[in-house]
């Protein structure tokens, strides 16, 4: 029971972060732009929910997303096929796709900078009243996965155990 429990409730939290990905992932169109998609969106959609931004305040950071939206390199393509060959190839070779891996993970890890920046204008833009709203429903956010993390691993551990 709280196998399903924890299914159910990690199953709805994705719901709530990422709606439009969710059905994007499963269906297996597009599966490797998942992740970048869902960044945008989240930032677009849930950063600023419940916080009363005045017009000035939209208009930047409408600004600020225009600009990085444009600044940003867009996916590497080519770099993606490359890893389709590989992992699509007869002889699995680890080295070649480990090789891969890094190489697309380090563009990434220069895009998501990239939008740490955006973020970090956006942020202050922000009054100190608004900044201490967005730091309470972050905490908050990070106590509910908290929670469903130590709901998973507890699921885990039972499981191991049951299984000798």
Do not use: Y
């Not at 597009?30 to 989240?42: K, P």
């Not at 007869?90 to 891969?100: G, S, T």
């Not at 942020?123 to 905490?139: C, G, M, S, V, Y």
């Amino acid at each position: 029971m709280r196998n399903v429990t924890a299914v159910i409730m990690a199953s709805a939290l994705a719901l709530t972060l990422f709606p439009g990905q969710v059905v994007e992932a499963n269906t297996g169109d597009r599966w490797h732009q998942v992740e970048e998609t869902t960044q945008h969106n989240i930032i677009q959609q849930h950063m600023f929910d419940g916080i009363s931004l005045t017009e000035q305040q939209r208009q930047q950071m409408r600004d600020l997303m225009h600009l990085a939206k444009h600044s940003q390199s867009p996916v590497n393509v080519s770099e993606l096929e490359v890893m389709h060959r590989l992992i699509t190839s007869e002889n699995f070779d680890e080295k070649a796709v480990r090789i891969q891996a890094e190489k697309m993970a380090r563009e990434q890890v220069a895009r998501q900078v990239e939008m740490a920046k955006v973020r970090n204008q956006m942020f202050r833009l922000l009054t100190p009243e608004q900044r201490a709203i967005l730091n309470d429903k972050h905490h908050q956010l990070m106590n509910e996965l908290r929670e469903i993390a130590d709901q998973q691993t507890h699921s885990i551990l039972q499981l191991s155990s049951s299984n000798p």
